[in-house]
């Protein structure tokens, strides 16, 4: 199982690939894919909400997808900490840094 620490580390590693990132390269393709990277990384975002409002036992909201792409990264680090937080089981959060990890490798 995986702890909410293994999980955090696992959206620092995302970040750090990504943080840096400009405009042009989020709107990219992701690799085999036909989805832009910020695409991708939203939908990161969006799974991570709703495995968090389940775990509050709050009805699941759409995560808004704001203008700038470069604020992807506030955004899953936001609804990490309120997964962490909600106290979700352990195999939540398994399956959360399962996600993180595939959107690294298609990033």
């Not at 909410?4 to 970040?15: G, K, N, S």
């Not at 990264?73 to 399956?95: F, I, M, N, W, Y």
Request: hydrophobic share 50%; glycine share 6%; proline share 5%.
């Amino acid at each position: 199982m995986v702890s909410a620490a293994e999980l955090e580390r696992a959206v620092q590693l995302l970040v750090r690939q990504v943080g840096h990132w400009e405009q042009p390269r989020w709107g990219a393709t992701a690799t085999g894919g036909n989805a832009s990277r910020a695409d991708l990384v939203h939908r990161l975002v969006q799974e991570i909400a709703n495995l968090a409002a389940d775990a509050e036992g709050e009805p699941r909201r759409t995560v808004p997808r704001l203008d700038n792409d470069l604020a992807l990264p506030d955004q899953l680090r936001v609804v990490t900490a309120d997964l962490v937080t909600a106290g979700a089981a352990p195999e939540v959060l398994a399956r959360a840094a399962a996600e993180v990890a595939a959107t690294r490798s298609a990033l």
